[in-house]
């Protein structure tokens, strides 16, 4: 199959794209891991931190993409998961550093980064925020989530400038069946346009199995693209750990804010995740290529060596079993 790409992920193996940008140990440790997964392309994932910090790593974010080390996963763009979310969708993310979109930070990261598709998860319900996705539509890829739009705000966004679903159903609008409609009656009611990348983490407990094969039922298959959103203790040992400044409890697969209930990201391997996809949905093999690969590389526009096989071109891929262990990786 295509090497596989998961375009969200915090970390994992001790490696945090927050905190260890300069760590080239923990880094090539965080490669490895990923390629025993089938992973050959990954989008690292920041989440809500001050201005201050996200701008001194910024040099450090441009050396992280640039870097190429041979037969390893590379680095595609990158990912702001935050700050400019809703206070009240904020999941696992810290409120008092969350804020409105700012423009010069825009300009910052555009000019400074100098990179292609560069994705920014935001709330569009606040004007400001409305008013810059508007404005820099063409130069970054804007994704919903974090969100609390209604349908009338989700559906202006599908329609000028959002690309991108931030991880389905979780820290979102949800779902009414009267008054407000939020922003998965928008996604459900095919308010959006045929490109859109949907991010799913399919699990069963971010999404629980019955929603899963409700997903696959109603949403084109073109348009679901699976990640995992691990975090940086993917990997290690059950216990105590830190997402940013907050306290995170690692049980199993998955993480919890410390003494809440609330998920604050996952510890699932890629390739278990597409076991679990095909076992939940009974798709086929072409929809296991288009979930895990095909679909994230046509909305980052990729070039042809990632998610498809093409005739006389050179192509990343992994060889499995019937049951997803890894095989071989070619990159």
Not at 157 to 174: E, Q
Not at 205 to 228: E, F, M
Not at 290 to 305: F, G, P
């Amino acid at each position: 199959m295509p090497g596989f790409i998961d375009s969200h992920t915090h970390g994992a193996f001790g490696f945090s794209f927050d905190n260890d940008l300069e760590n080239k140990e923990l880094f090539l440790e965080y490669l490895k891991g990923m390629k025993n997964e089938g992973v050959i392309g990954i989008v690292g994932t920041s989440v809500t931190s001050s201005l201050d910090k996200l701008y001194n790593n910024l040099n450090s974010i441009k050396k992280i993409i640039n870097h190429k080390e041979k037969d390893f996963p590379e680095i595609l763009t990158w990912h702001f998961e935050g700050p400019f979310i809703s206070k009240a969708k904020k999941g696992a993310h810290e409120e008092d550093l969350i804020i409105l979109m700012d423009e010069q930070f825009l300009k910052m990261i555009k000019n400074k980064l100098n990179i292609k598709n560069i994705v920014l998860t935001i709330d569009s319900s606040e004007e400001q925020n409305k008013k810059m996705m508007v404005k820099y539509k063409n130069d970054f890829i804007f994704s919903l989530g974090h969100s609390n739009a209604n349908y009338e705000q989700a559906k202006f966004a599908f329609n000028n400038g959002i690309k991108r679903v931030t991880h389905l159903y979780n820290a979102m609008s949800g779902f009414s069946h009267s008054g407000e409609l939020g922003i998965i009656n928008a996604i459900f009611n095919k308010e959006f346009k045929k490109n859109l990348c949907i991010e799913l983490i399919a699990d069963g407990v971010h999404v629980s199995n019955k929603v899963i094969k409700y997903t696959y039922d109603n949403i084109d298959i073109n348009n679901i693209c699976l990640i995992t959103d691990s975090l940086s203790s993917k990997g290690l040992e059950d216990g105590f750990y830190k997402l940013g400044d907050l306290d995170i409890e690692k049980k199993g697969n998955w993480f919890y804010l410390k003494d809440k209930p609330n998920l604050a990201g996952s510890g699932i391997k890629f390739n278990w995740m597409l076991k679990y996809f095909m076992k939940i949905t009974k798709c086929s093999w072409s929809d296991i290529v288009k979930v895990s690969s095909y679909n994230t590389a046509r909305s980052l526009k990729l070039s042809n060596n990632y998610g498809d096989f093409v005739v006389g071109k050179k192509i990343n891929f992994v060889l499995i079993d019937k049951k997803f262990n890894i095989k071989e990786v070619f990159i």
